[in-house]
């Protein structure tokens, strides 16, 4: 499975963004997806996942509200709309497959889960 992910950019706060997660291999429709992000000196971090199935989506607390992650299996690709930016959302944004947590599993929130990663797209709000 091989993830590309692209929609990042250098955005004012308050601007939206929605970055994009392309999958390739048929099989990786059914795994959950996540999306991580990482700050400059910081550890990568859990933002948000969807289920296999699209019926399951977590959020981490800090965007709650102001992001949405979504799935269209038919293009294989997994969404996360980013509304409201902040400063402190600056990172680069990583999308992750979960082939162990297909359909209606409950998705993971430990990166350590995830076995396919993509190769980050960098993420900019200023202030």
């Known amino acids: 499975v091989q993830l590309q992910a692209s929609g990042g950019g250098l955005v004012q706060a308050g601007d939206s963004l929605r970055l994009s997660c392309a999958a390739s291999?048929?099989?990786?429709?059914?795994?959950?997806m996540g999306w991580f992000r990482q700050a400059p000196g910081k550890e990568r971090e859990f933002v948000s996942a969807?289920?296999?199935?699209?019926?399951?989506?977590i959020y981490t607390d800090s965007v709650k509200g102001r992001f949405t992650i979504s799935r269209d299996n038919t293009k294989n690709t997994v969404y996360l709309q980013m509304n409201s930016l902040k400063p402190e959302d600056t990172a680069v944004y990583y999308c992750?497959?979960?082939?162990?947590?297909?359909?209606?599993?409950?998705?993971?929130?430990?990166?350590?889960?995830?076995?396919?990663w993509g190769q980050g797209t960098q993420v900019t709000v200023s202030s």
């Open positions: 992750a497959a979960d082939e162990s947590h297909t359909g209606w599993a409950l998705p993971a929130l430990e990166r350590q889960k995830y076995d396919y």
């Open positions: 291999g048929r099989s990786s429709r059914s795994y959950a």
């Open positions: 969807i289920s296999g199935s699209g019926g399951t989506t």
